[in-house]
Structure formats: structure tokens, C-alpha cells
């Protein structure tokens, strides 16, 4: 059975490794000329795609390649002491099992898992998908798949085709996102430099394997701004206009953005759709259910949500009709979760006062300092993402190998055509 997979970040790959692993025959097409090193951020793990990177075999070099961040200096925007902040503590008062990691390494590392398995097709797109399987290439021939999935990002070019555009289905949180690499200038090890004012925030982090820097930057708008998610310079010129003068650090960071070697911009939209899956099509991660980047744990979803649909579809022996509603029934919980747990972290991160700064600071402040046991409890009271990202949990679909040497779906059926 052949599975088209449409995007090579995180979900793509894990997908893509399952679905081997059951047996499916997968491609996967990205428009990318090769494997993205953009620069990236850093990206967050969470106790059930800790768990599945450790079924992958991945999970040391997972954490061979955690940034390793275990302290924090908070700046407060017109205050004159800074508040230091013991970040390891309140990483494992938020989950027995996390890692932060650049996200970059992480899909270098779902990659490599099952590149030998798995067709992978670069600098190409999909330009058109038939209800009977004929997909469209900018550059390949026409090619018929079974199944084609859309693990392409927030701006998913697969949802586009299929589902319609994505003002359809977007929802704007009120706040956009921008990412920087720099030099490290300063040494940074595993230490996190913040900057904290009145509906923006600002930080700087290394780790010791990286050769530099990222700046991350945080701030609301009331409305959405007029920008295109390719138009570089203006994209720079709205993140120039909203911390330009926040302090001298901030400056000497944005000064970087006329030499910086990777840049990433976006407003933090959510996707709401009814549904993710229409006739042979679905779709994984950011894609069709995007919770927002850098506030709702979407990286943990995408890869929980790739291993569940391969699950499905192996325990569906590749029904697609049986497949795709367990899945999205499977995920629904989650993904409500997400979208919710976005809203209340861009809230705390992104304070709208004087006093939600001094409270984010503050309450940072008192979990690091409080034991494990305290500082545990008080932050799974006061964050929905805590809370969400360790209580799910997912089937195990183990692969069942065939009299023939071949793998099986869980009704018997030799899944290869």
C-alpha cells in the first residue's frame, strides 16, 4: 500500500517511520531542496513524545542534543533588578520527562531513523490530488498513491488543495512570533536571557553544541498585521517596530537582523477545523491542528499525532474509512487541550500589564525556589500545559509480522499492495 506524505519537519518523519514499520510503502515529498537547517528554536518534549522517540530507538540522541537550559535571568521593563530563575527546577516540576531541543536536531534525528526505508523526493510540491489517488508534482510525473498525507506545516499546501484556504480555518491568538540566529557574543551555556515589558517579551539562548545563538521574540497585536509569510523585509521591519527602544541588549539583537544567517516570522495562529480527514487525504501536526507555535506544545502533538495515525491505519490493516476517524477520535482530546493551554501560556508569557509582568517573574522566582514537591504541585495548579502534555496517553500498536517475513495490521491483512 502506498502512503504519499507531504512535508519532511517532525511529523512527516515519524510518520513516515511507523508507517515502515507496518509495512505501508511511504514517499515523502518536500518542497525544501534538502532537509531544513534554517536555524530553528528550541522546541519542547513531553513525557508521551519522549516515550515514542524512546520506541524509535532515538531518544539517547535526543537527548545528546537537548540545549540542556537550566537557569534564567528575567529583565522587567523598567525595573533595575533583574530575578534570577533556576530553570531545572521548574522543567521537572513541569514533567517527569521533558527535553528541550533545537528543532532542527530534532528533525535531523527523526530523519535519520528511517531514511533507508523511506523515498524521500526534495524540491518538489504537490500541485493537485484526484479523490482516486493521482497526485500532481511542480516536477516529479504524476504518480498514484493509495493515501496522502499532509504533515506541511501550519500553511499546509496539502490542506490548501483539499480542505480550501487557510483563512477558513485559521484563528489569530493576538500575538506574533519571531526567531533570530546571532552570535553568541556572550558565552551563552545552557542560560536563557529575558526581557520582560508590557505585551512583549524578548530572550536570548545558546547551548554548548551550538556554534551560536537564537533571539526569540514575543509581542501582541490587537489586530492581524499586514505581512506574507514569505515577505522577509517586512517581516523584519515589524519586529524592528515592536521592540526597537525595549533596552540596549534588545537593540544590539535586532541590529543582528540585517546579517543574521536564519530568520523565522509568523503571527500565532491556531487551526480549527471539524475535521482533518477528507476521502484518501488527512492531515498531522501543525497542519490540521496547529495549537500555535512557541505557546501550545505543538511540537509533542505533531508527534504524538503521527504515531497514533499510523497506528490506525495499521490496525485498520490501511482502511483508510475505518482509520482516519479512530484517529481524529484518538487525538480530539488532545488537541482541545492544546488550543486551550496556547491561550493561557500566551497570556503568561506575553503579559497585558505592569502587574502580569511582575507576576511572571515573580512566580517564576518562587517555583525555583520552592522544593520539587511544592514547586511541582503549584505548577501544574497554575498552567494548563502541565497538565495536559503529561496526562496523555496513547495505544501501543505493535506491528505483527506475517507468516511471510512481511508485517501485518492487526486483522491479518498483509499490508503491502
Request: aromatic share 8%; hydrophobic share 40%.
Amino acid at each position: 500500500m502506498r502512503i504519499l506524505i507531504s512535508g519532511a519537519s517532525v511529523a512527516g518523519p515519524v510518520l513516515a517511520y511507523w508507517l515502515t514499520r507496518y509495512g505501508f510503502s511511504v514517499t515523502v515529498v518536500e518542497r525544501a531542496p534538502a532537509l531544513r537547517r534554517t536555524g530553528g528554536h528550541a522546541v519542547d518534549l513531553f513525557r508521551p513524545a519522549m516515550n515514542i522517540s524512546e520506541k524509535m530507538g532515538v531518544l539517547p540522541r535526543v537527548e545528546e542534543r537537548a540545549t540542556g537550559a537550566n537557569r534564567m535571568t528575567v529583565h522587567r521593563e523598567g525595573a533595575r533588578r533583574p530575578v534570577r530563575v533556576d530553570l531545572s527546577k521548574i522543567f521537572s516540576a513541569t514533567s517527569d520527562r521533558h527535553v528541550e531541543i533545537m528543532r532542527d536536531d530534532l528533525s535531523e534525528i527523526f530523519y535519520d531513523a528511517a531514511r533507508d526505508d523511506v523515498e524521500y523526493i526534495f524540491g518538489d510540491s504537490i500541485t493537485a490530488i484526484s479523490p482516486d489517488g493521482e497526485v500532481r508534482f511542480e516536477n516529479c510525473a504524476p504518480r498514484r498513491f493509495d493515501l496522502v498525507v499532509g504533515a506541511d506545516g501550519l500553511h499546509s499546501n496539502v490542506r490548501r488543495l483539499v480542505f480550501g484556504e487557510e483563512s477558513r480555518f485559521s484563528a489569530f491568538v493576538g500575538a506574533y512570533l519571531g526567531v533570530l540566529t546571532l552570535p553568541n557574543a556572550s558565552g551563552l551555556d545552557g542560560e536563557l536571557l529575558m526581557h520582560v515589558g508590557v505585551g512583549r517579551t524578548a530572550g536570548m539562548y545558546g547551548a554548548r553544541h551550538l556554534g551560536d545563538a537564537r533571539a526569540l521574540f514575543l509581542f501582541r497585536s490587537e489586530r492581524e498585521l499586514g505581512h506574507h509569510h514569505r515577505d522577509v523585509p517586512r517581516q523584519k521591519e515589524l519586529l524592528r517596530g515592536a521592540f526597537g527602544g525595549m533596552h540596549p541588549e534588545v537593540d544590539r539583537w535586532l541590529d543582528e537582523l540585517d546579517r543574521t544567517p536564519a530568520f523565522y516570522f509568523d503571527s500565532i495562529t491556531q487551526l480549527r477545523m471539524d475535521t482533518w480527514s477528507r476521502g484518501r487525504v488527512t492531515l498531522v501536526g501543525d497542519a490540521g491542528y496547529c495549537p500555535g507555535p512557541a505557546v501550545g506544545g505543538s511540537t509533542s502533538l505533531a508527534v504524538v499525532g503521527a504515531y497514533v495515525l499510523a497506528g490506525e491505519l495499521a490496525r485498520a490493516g490501511g482502511d483508510h474509512e475505518r482509520a482516519f476517524p479512530a484517529y481524529e477520535r484518538a487525538m480530539a482530546e488532545y488537541v482541545r487541550g492544546s488550543r486551550a493551554a496556547a491561550l493561557s501560556a500566551a497570556k503568561t508569557l506575553i503579559p497585558t500589564s505592569r502587574l502580569g509582568v511582575q507576576g511572571l517573574a515573580q512566580g517564576a522566582r518562587l517555583i525555583s525556589a520552592l522544593p520539587a514537591g511544592p514547586s511541582r504541585a503549584l505548577l501544574r495548579l497554575t498552567t494548563r500545559s502541565a497538565r495536559l502534555h503529561n496526562a496523555m496517553t496513547v495505544d501501543d500498536y505493535p506491528p505483527l509480522p506475517t507468516a511471510a517475513g512481511g508485517r501485518a495490521g492487526a486483522d491479518g491483512r498483509e499490508l503491502y499492495p
